[in-house]
């Protein structure tokens, strides 16, 4: 087992890593929309949705994965009325490549973020 770290995303704000990998797959934490230097985003569900993805962009490139090696995704969602906004947002970053996914809506999310997405990815070989 291997923790995943890097600068160019978010660091835990509790007692996890930002992802760990085990034999050939990388499971990342949740990422929410806080930039790097811990910042959060307070834009609508857009601008949060692309930090997001800015951040699991980061954590899996550090792991020696990336989008198009994700096979599962989970999003959480403080509203399911905003499901269509982030799906157009998600859509952006898997076109071609469309792994499994989950979304639900949740009661609250760390910091009272509008979007958070964990993802499992292959190690690229």
């Known amino acids: 087992m291997k ?3 890097t600068n160019d995303a978010p660091a835990a704000i509790g ?6 990998i085990v034999n050939n ?14 910042e959060l985003v307070q834009g609508d569900v ?6 997001v993805f ?14 198009e090696t994700v096979v ?3 999003v ?9 906004r982030i799906n157009e947002v998600y859509g952006q970053y898997f076109d071609a490549h469309k792994p499994a ?3 639900v809506e949740v009661a609250r999310l760390p910091k009272d973020v509008l979007v958070e997405i964990e993802v499992v990815a292959l190690i690229k070989e």
């Open 101 to 103: 996914r989950s979304c």
């Open 3 to 5: 923790v995943v770290h």
């Open 54 to 67: 800015a951040n699991l962009k980061a954590v899996l490139k550090e792991a020696g994965a990336s989008l």
């Open 46 to 51: 857009e601008e949060q949705t692309h930090q």
């Open 25 to 38: 797959l990388f499971y990342s934490s949740g990422q929410i929309p806080l930039t790097a230097g811990g």
């Open 76 to 84: 959480f969602i403080k509203n399911m009325d905003d499901f269509p």
């Open 15 to 20: 007692p996890y890593s930002q992802g760990i």
């Open 72 to 74: 599962k995704a989970t």
